[in-house]
């Protein structure tokens, strides 16, 4: 971690010694050839260089600290044609730019550049371009693995749930299409159920988010955001295909959307199917871990004047199968399994899938209205409704073969009010009020009870901004009352039924600010804080948890976990060196912990290894960092790392299930243009995962996996057929067909993880 | 405007019509693939009348009371037949019948008998299922000298042709460890 200090000051100090000549600027306004008037929110952008300006209300835009030479700007803005003009930097250059409004069509519009206020000032990455192109095929998972202080932690190859900062699950908020994604989170073997497709880019908030996103920031949110609605394009589309040679996988995702004459009517239809067969390993096949999905999503939108409103709707269907030999649990079953270096019951070549599986539906609709009033702001007010539901089926013997064995529905519904006012000076801000109410039924084995619940949150967000300064500060407000509904003895149905309820309160808090030091170059600090109320699962689970390979027990009198994040980092995005450093500190009190306790249950299948949730004040700490540099006009290096470290406060001991220390290093080769092949990049990445040696030797079943290197490779090129261009993707992972096995996979007592992968993706748009 | 007025009240429509569903009634306490009751029979070879029942029970599953086990009281050096003659699930009305299951789907199941100390009790199972692998319903069990110790008893689930005569495949279907006693009767 002290080189990532040193190379911290790196960054300040290279940009003063290069800074030759290099103190000129760009000026201008962006106004509508046709009327005059000035274009607030007009994206300008430094084509070479990726920089980019929003014109601001008076429809000004500047870049500063450029050096002496010729530039390219490429400026654009909704409804107008976007224009590249050239221009030579020799002192301060001031120019009035004028675009015409797009009637015809024949003209596109280009949306380019974000609202400022959209996300906090805290440490943010993005997939999205050729990094979210690579990861298509992939669970959101897997595709986040690509950034800094991201994991995934597995239930085997088809199971795999985002991990930031070494917290998932209940800790981490995925936003679909600006819907809170709700479904059994708490279970490590439950994925997210979302389709990646969906989106045209991955956002991930790092740290405690409350203020923003409410309760249950408190590692961090992932937003997966779809394109906007094209009102100006009659007609277009886009296929992306993919197969991976691992699994014989295949998914097909197909995307239409349009407009009507008018300009004021826009629709999407989008539909994604996948259908992968069993994995295999660097040496054999892992019996039925097939699995096949197929999601589907409309979406309707109707902007006239000031007035906007969207319907979205969508279906996320997925069948999994569970790797066969993981299907135990007695610790004399486990003892045995981790005996074996081996599975006993070896895959063939299938898309079977039989029991033990996973069949899961979740459906979304969400209605989105807003109102720009002129002289005040924009209101806005959504709904959403959420059914989830979950069926886990296991093996069994014959005579039970036609049902579940657990079965969840949770249905959510969420109502947003919110209002951005217009800027004030120098301030920017957004309050809203927020409310969900839940319900969750379950059929088959007793695992979490029945519960209602209803949240209710208030809250205030101002971003003050002048020069090079940014700083925001917002606070928040929840409220949420949960009843459940069980048998005091779940296993007995003689047993009465009551009716506990809960009541939880809690008031939040950020701060950040950021400084521009130079054009590209910011240091930001923020101060937040984040809350959750318990886990329905944390205060009532009761039973055996096939993947966690133990016997789980909640605790009815849990109180909220509390977070206080500490951050700070620096990001470059000019000049030969790029890259993005940050460090993180986490305060977590009452932080609700499954603790492996020395206790053993015994059932009628043996002895089961006892799995207690307690609340402890816990610290996690850590930092991540990306940097890239230009080696050669055609040659790029990047390097990324991440660690974290967690531990107990009151004993100083470390925590379970803690990602272990990552590095990676990807070389880049732009490969020259060909007559029909553009844009070919050719990298080649090797990933380090060390061993995690920060363990309680006496809480692991089995001491965490050694550390790995694997190797891989992609291509990417734009390869031209007439009119069309085709996207074309090859990438391999895993090249060296590599056993290994990971820490923060489930199965890891039982089978290796994943060999070797070749993954062919294409993209067409019409 | 009118339209957005047009959408709230769709809105409020679609919010009063999904709340309004609900459902009243826990489910039935299921727990698929419990065995709650295990009675182990041992017949003396030389005489039929001296017969030893043992019963391992846990009637509330998982958790709650710990399950009722034995103990298994036998004479030193005495040659039995041995037949696991109840498993069940009581917490069924009548009490569901799972040992003619694992009859019916014997290519699938595996009894492993183990003792503690190793010379307390051999067994040996005679049964076979249609591969002709052990199955472990029926075998005959001999006594060494007088001691204690324990006889666990477990019912390994290996389906999908994971069987192969050897305990290791497959998941624990139930496993008792009865309290063993060796020792001439008084």
Redesign the interface.
């Known amino acids: 971690m002290r080189y990532l200090l040193i190379l911290f000051n790196l960054f300040i100090f290279t940009e003063l010694s290069l800074a030759q000549n290099c103190d000129f600027s760009i000026f201008g306004t962006v106004k509508d050839e046709v009327d005059g008037k000035v274009l607030p929110g007009a994206s300008v952008k430094l084509i070479k260089e990726n920089q980019i300006a929003v014109s601001e209300i008076d429809g000004h835009f500047h870049f500063y600290k450029l050096c002496q030479g010729n530039y390219n700007l490429e400026v654009s803005f909704v409804g107008y044609s976007s224009k590249i003009i050239s221009i030579d930097v020799k002192g301060k250059t001031d120019l009035t730019i004028s675009l015409a409004p797009s009637s015809s069509l024949l003209s596109t519009v280009k949306i380019i550049g974000s609202r400022v206020n959209e996300t906090p000032l805290q440490s943010t990455a993005r997939l999205k371009d050729r990094e979210l192109a690579l990861t298509r095929g992939e669970s959101l998972g897997e595709s986040l693995k690509k950034i800094p202080g991201l994991n995934s932690i597995q239930t085997g190859p088809s199971v795999s749930k985002p991990v930031i900062h070494g917290m998932h699950s209940n800790r981490v908020l995925i936003f679909n299409s600006g819907v809170r994604l709700e479904g059994q989170q708490w279970g490590s073997e439950h994925a997210p159920e979302v389709d990646p497709f969906l989106a045209h880019e991955i956002k991930v908030i790092k740290g405690a988010a409350s203020v923003q996103y409410g309760a249950d920031a408190v590692g961090g949110v992932i937003l997966i955001e779809p394109a906007s609605l094209d009102y100006y394009n009659r007609f277009k589309g886009e296929v992306d295909f993919a197969a991976m040679s691992n699994n014989q996988m295949g998914a097909l995702s197909t995307k239409i959307e349009g407009s009507n004459q008018t300009n004021t009517f826009a629709w999407r239809l989008q539909s994604t199917l996948k259908q992968a067969g069993n994995a295999k390993t660097a040496d054999y096949i892992l019996d039925n871990t097939a699995f096949r999905e197929l999601n589907g999503s409309l979406t309707l939108g109707y902007q006239k004047g000031h007035f906007s409103t969207e319907l979205f709707a969508s279906s996320f269907n997925t069948k999994l199968g569970i790797f066969t030999a993981s299907n135990i649990g007695s610790t004399t079953d486990l003892e045995e399994a981790i005996q074996q270096t081996r599975p006993d019951v070896i895959g063939e070549r299938s898309y079977r899938i039989d029991r033990p599986y996973q069949d899961v539906q979740h459906q979304t609709v969400k209605l989105k209205s807003s109102y720009l009033f002129d002289e005040l702001g924009k209101l806005g007010l959504q709904y959403s409704f959420q059914r989830n539901i979950r069926e886990e089926y296991s093996l069994v013997r014959a005579s039970n073969r036609n049902n579940y064995q657990l079965q969840f529905e949770l249905n959510t519904q969420n109502l947003d009010l919110y209002f951005e006012h217009k800027p004030i000076g120098n301030f920017n801000g957004k309050f809203g009020l927020t409310g969900m109410f839940q319900q969750n039924f379950y059929d088959g084995s007793y695992l979490i009870p029945f519960f209602d619940s209803y949240n209710t949150g208030a809250y205030f967000i101002e971003k003050w901004s002048k020069n090079q300064w940014e700083v925001e500060a917002g606070f928040r407000f929840d409220y949420k009352y949960m009843q459940a509904r069980l048998r005091e003895n779940p296993r007995n149905s003689n047993s009465p039924i009551i009716t506990p309820e809960f009541n939880f309160t809690q008031t939040v808090g950020t701060l950040g600010a950021s400084y521009l030091l130079k054009q590209g170059l910011k240091v930001h600090a923020t101060v937040a804080q984040a809350w959750r109320p318990p886990a329905i699962s944390e205060l009532f689970i009761d039973g055996i948890v096939q993947a966690q390979a133990a016997y789980v027990i909640g605790d009815r009198n849990l109180k909220e976990e509390s977070s206080l994040n500490l951050s700070t980092g620096i990001s470059k995005t000019a000049g030969k060196l790029t890259g993005d450093i940050s460090f993180y500190y986490d305060f977590n009190q009452d932080y609700i912990y499954l603790r492996p306790t020395q206790e053993l249950i015994l059932t009628t299948r043996g002895a089961y290894r006892v799995l207690r949730y307690v609340q402890i004040d816990a610290r996690f700490y850590g930092a991540d960092a990306f940097l890239a540099y230009q080696l050669h006009k055609n040659l790029n290096v990047s390097l990324k790392y991440s660690g974290v470290r967690a531990y107990n406060k009151a004993n100083n001991s470390f925590l379970e299930l803690i990602p272990a220390d990552r590095t990676s290093a990807t070389l880049s080769y732009k490969i020259p243009d060909l007559k029909f092949m553009k844009s070919n990049l050719l990298d080649f990445n090797v990933q380090h995962v060390a061993q995690q040696t920060r363990v309680n030797p006496n809480a692991e079943p089995l001491l965490p996996p050694a550390a790995y290197t694997l190797f891989g490779a992609d291509f990417t090129s734009q390869i031209r057929f007439g009119k069309r261009v085709l996207g074309l993707g090859l990438s391999a992972q895993n090249l060296f067909n590599k056993s290994y096995r990971d820490y923060l996979n489930n199965f890891r007592y039982f089978n290796d993880d994943l060999g070797r992968n070749i993954i062919v993706r294409l993209n067409m748009k019409f | 405007?009118k339209?957005?007025f047009k959408?709230?009240a769709?809105?409020a429509l679609?919010?009063g019509s999904?709340?309004a569903?609900?459902?009243d009634d826990?489910?039935?306490?299921?727990?698929?693939?419990?065995?709650?009751t295990?009675t182990l029979r041992f017949t003396n070879t030389a005489n039929a009348n001296d017969v030893v029942t043992v019963t391992?029970r846990?009637v509330?599953?998982?958790?709650?009371n710990?399950?009722v086990i034995g103990p298994l009281n036998l004479r030193p050096n005495t040659s039995y037949n041995l037949s696991v003659s109840q498993i069940l699930d009581e917490?069924e009305n009548p009490a569901e019948d799972i040992r003619e299951?694992i009859v019916?789907?014997d290519y699938?199941h595996l009894l492993v008998y183990t003792a503690t100390p190793s010379n307390l009790i051999t067994l040996n199972i005679t049964d076979r299922d249609r591969n002709n692998l052990p199955v472990g319903l029926a075998g005959t069990a001999t006594t060494g000298a007088a001691g204690t110790g324990t006889l666990t008893v477990?019912l390994k689930?290996q389906?999908?042709?994971?069987k192969n005569g050897t305990?290791?495949?497959g998941?624990?279907?139930?496993?008792?460890t009865f309290p063993l006693n060796v020792s001439s009767p008084r």
Request: net charge negative; charged share 30%; proline share 7%.
């Open positions: 405007m339209n957005k959408f709230l769709f809105a679609l919010i999904i709340s569903c609900k459902k826990l489910p039935e306490v299921n727990e698929d693939e419990l065995i709650t295990v391992a846990d509330d599953g998982d958790g709650g710990a399950p917490t299951e019916e789907e699938e477990t689930h389906p999908d042709g994971l305990a290791t495949p998941s624990t279907d139930f496993e008792f």
